[in-house]
């Protein structure tokens, strides 16, 4: 269509001039007229070409903005993936510590087995019609079974039968090992239920009677955030800090810090 143009405008200016100069320059301006005609294309064609080039920049900037949100998801469901880890591998510590204790605590009693003429041996069935009476009233109260019921509940998120559960155990086995476990899993359930000041109400009381215990580390990390969840930043990274401080080489001295990295950023 320019090329159309064109010829028409050299059409009009030809019959403007004397058939002299017409017959003279004709040539010449034929000439002229092509070279910017093939300058105008070759224009034509570049924009076109910086035109698709544009468009193939627009979509490789879609692609990597898509690809750099999904890194941010993945980024956050890894960090949650390793919080979740650490939930379980806590809970299997203190089931493979529980199962250690009752394997000593079945030693000592077969090696307590008396050996007198007539002797019964514990355990075995006899003609007394209470001895399986006292067999389940003795399994009801097993630590074990009360601890790992309840946290079965937390599992469950039955957080309030957990929590019951758990205080259960406490009440009735104060000495055992387990009870400052509990008391960690009953800060657990308040923070799930997003009752951050119940849960921090928690983490202190463990922090203040078993200062020694191995739940002190996940006990100060889930109070750092609950403190942040509560929007109390400034107590919540302080306390993230002193977990690092104390225990720099523990996997929740890890999550504190990719904790405070996400709010200094």
């Not at 058939?19 to 000439?31: E, G, H, M, P, R």
């Not at 005609?37 to 468009?55: P, S, Y």
């Not at 690092?244 to 996400?262: D, N, T, V, W």
């Amino acid at each position: 269509m320019k090329r159309t143009v064109i010829s028409a405008w050299l059409a009009i200016l030809l019959s403007t001039l004397p058939l002299s100069a017409v017959k003279k320059d004709t040539q010449l301006i034929l000439d002229e007229i092509q070279k910017l005609a093939d300058t105008v294309m070759a224009l034509d064609n570049k924009i076109n070409v910086m035109a698709v080039e544009l468009a193939g920049m627009v979509k490789k900037s879609d692609i990597s903005e898509e690809r750099i949100g999904a890194m941010s998801r993945n980024q956050a469901d890894m960090t949650q993936s390793r919080e979740n880890l650490l939930l379980s591998m806590q809970f299997f510590k203190e089931e493979l510590s529980d199962i250690k204790n009752s394997l000593n605590k079945l030693n000592d009693k077969m090696m307590n087995i008396p050996t007198a003429a007539g002797g019964n041996i514990p355990g075995t069935a006899d003609n007394n019609p209470n001895s399986t009476k006292t067999a389940e009233n003795s399994l009801s109260q097993d630590p074990s079974s009360v601890y790992y019921a309840a946290y079965s509940d937390y599992i469950k998120e039955n957080f309030d039968l957990a929590v019951e559960g758990f205080r259960q155990f406490i009440r009735s086995f104060p000495a055992s090992e387990l009870a400052d476990n509990s008391l960690y899993w009953i800060g657990e359930c308040y923070y799930a239920k997003k009752k951050y000041q119940d849960a921090i109400n928690t983490f202190n009381e463990l922090l203040g009677k078993y200062s020694d215990g191995d739940k002190v580390p996940a006990a100060i990390l889930k109070k750092g955030y609950a403190l942040l969840e509560m929007g109390r930043q400034g107590e919540g990274i302080a306390i993230l800090k002193e977990l690092i401080s104390r225990f720099p080489l523990s996997e929740e001295s890890s999550l504190a810090g990719q904790k405070i990295k996400e709010f200094s950023e």
